[in-house]
């Protein structure tokens, strides 16, 4: 068969399939046939126990069921409405019933027919300048509650419970009902943090200070503090001028150490800083994975959500 009419994969593999089924068919008659002869020869006992046997062996099948393909059921996963719902919310907040012909008014009416729009005081403080949806929550079969944070200008914080209803491909959404006003979610209890080993001043520390000199500031070359394979970029515009570090503590006893440990020990750490620059003093913190190697510490990756920028070269 030429290449241009070469059938696909699929259709291959289901030919191949289709003549074992047939060749097993062809096998199994032929051993009827010969079963079917001997007992002519043998008498009629053997002849009827020959046709009973012949009749209980299941050797038609159907060659179209064989050749179809096995049906393939795809299930859309659920999306999350909660940018709609957010979208929503801020068109619904800066929206008046007085003036249904605004931009904001149509939105909201265009996502939630059914809901009707506020009437805001002449003299009610300005709507809000942040809505961030926070949570959200399934119901049921297609039906969400999302809470959505809404911060106007003098600082106040409101939570609205948003009603959305996702159709069954989880591609469209409508907001069933107006908002509710509720209180927000309560903070989390979190787990002890498993960095518990103080880092004193020393290779660990002098390692990790010049790294992120160099990630955030510009000043100097990235590059020379990481570990073989990994690469990282500097920040660019550079957003800080100084960085200094307050703190670093680890999750193993080895970052402590008053000498590099053998090469190939790795450790993580929490490096905790205060960096400089001209919208003022900032504190921030950074996980790091450090590996030894040649009497030195080297970065081995930024944990703390950041893009590794390209990864191991």
Known sequence: MSPGKQAPAGETATLVAGGARLEAMRRRVRITRLALWTALAAGPVALAAAVASAAASPTVEAAASAAEPAAVRTTAA?????????????????????????????????MAPDVELPSPAADASAAPALVTAVRSA????????????????????????????????????TVTDAPAVVAGPSRATVAKSPYGVKVPQGDLSAAVREFLAAYLTGVGEVDRYLAPGVRMEALSPAPYTAVTVEEVRAAEEAAAAESVPPD????????????????GRWPLAYELTLTARSGRWEITALDSGAPQGGGAR
Do not use: K, N
Not at 138 to 165: H, K
């Open 78 to 110: 659920a999306a999350d409405p909660a940018g709609y719902a957010q979208v929503f919310l801020s068109a619904w907040l800066h929206a008046s019933s007085e003036d249904a012909t605004t931009a904001q008014a149509r939105r909201a009416q265009s």
């Open 138 to 173: 399934r119901r049921g079969d297609g039906a969400w509650s999302v809470t959505v944070a809404a911060q106007e200008t003098g600082g106040r914080l409101r939570y609205y419970a948003v009603p959305v209803a996702a159709d069954a491909s989880g591609a469209s959404f």
């Open 264 to 279: 190939g020990t790795r450790v993580r750490a929490v490096v905790r800083v205060e960096a400089q620059g001209a919208g």
